[in-house]
Nanobody, 120 residues
């Protein structure tokens, strides 16, 4: 299996910042993309940001200009720098990784999630 561990969540006031991290471990051939999703109470899980192996990053419209994703492929780690946080950003944030266990077998793994709470 491929394991993902998120960290960096917490409680912050509106306008503040947090930095989330996610590290992948286990046995796999390659990771093609890593990213972040979030789910607020009573809401559907939504994409926040995805970083591909080619270095491109796609952001949800709601976080563009405020959140920045980065990746260290050598360490199989991604970060999400969150600035100008708003109460609407309150959610459980999940790390996701997609890739190959072997040359022809894919995987799609999720972390346990980390809580981000933004107070007004």
């Amino acid at each position: 299996q491929v394991q993902l561990v998120e960290s960096g969540g917490g409680l912050v006031q509106a306008g503040g910042s947090l930095r989330l991290s996610c590290a992948a471990s286990g046995s796999f051939f390659s990771i093609n993309a890593m990213g972040w999703y979030r789910q607020a109470p009573g809401k559907q899980r939504e994409l926040v940001a995805v970083i591909t192996g080619g270095g491109s990053t796609n952001y949800a419209d709601s976080v563009k200009g405020r959140f920045t994703g980065s990746r260290d492929s050598a360490k199989n780690t991604v970060w999400l720098q969150m600035n100008s946080l708003e109460p609407e950003d309150t959610a459980v944030y999940y790390c996701n990784a997609y890739g190959l266990l072997e040359s022809t077998e894919d995987f799609d793994s999720w972390g346990q999630g980390t809580q981000v709470t933004v107070s007004s």
